[in-house]
């Protein structure tokens, strides 16, 4: 839903008259750490479906919830940005479901498809079947959406990143004064 976000957020900011040019003026700190942690998802997940081992259980629990930590750092080091907080609390909330349940997102089996569901049951990937022993299970991925055969599973920290990032958009786009963001961004 990141990407739908995104571009319903681009076209709202240009209907309300702003300035894709300004996206460009928004300075964060540190902004190495996103593509760090995607990374380091993005492996784990690699890793999960062709079945490479990365050592002990513990390892892939400990560098799912680490990247997790490197974007929290992230939205922390740029809170004064427009929508960093909504940013930061999703991500708060998806950690802390992921660190609970083992370093995996639960998924509402009930959501889906059945090849699906035989792929979690086998480990497949960075989230796992939500059970009865799931904990915290409000915070896992049990939300469905089809918008246009875009089929997406999402969770309440995920609605508020989407939250976020269409804020940081439309406020960053909507912005008069060239040097604002700049200084309201970065502390």
């Known amino acids: 839903m990141l990407i739908e976000s995104l571009l319903i957020a681009l076209a709202v900011s240009k209907m309300c008259g702003g300035k894709l040019s300004r996206l460009g003026q928004l300075s964060l700190s540190e902004p190495w750490l996103v593509p760090v942690a995607l990374i380091i998802q993005s492996g784990l997940y690699w ?14 629990q400990f560098l799912s919830i680490g990247s997790y930590c490197l974007l929290l750092l992230f939205t922390y080091r740029n809170r004064a940005c427009p929508g960093m907080r909504w940013i930061a609390l999703g991500i708060l909330l998806n950690t802390l479901v992921i660190a ?11 959501l889906l498809p059945e090849e699906s569901r035989e792929a979690l049951l086998h480990g497949q990937g960075t989230h796992g079947l939500m059970t009865s022993m799931t904990c915290l299970p409000i915070l896992a991925d049990r939300f469905y959406i089809n918008i246009f055969g875009l089929k997406q599973m999402f969770s309440i920290g995920d609605i508020l ?22 200084t309201q961004c970065v502390k």
């Open 47 to 60: 890793a999960a479906v062709r079945e490479v081992g990365l050592g002990t259980e513990w390892t892939s």
């Open 100 to 110: 609970i349940n083992g370093g995996v997102m639960p998924v509402d089996p009930m």
């Open 161 to 182: 990143i989407d939250i976020g990032v269409f804020l940081l958009v439309l406020r960053t786009m909507l912005t008069k004064q060239k040097n604002s963001l700049r």
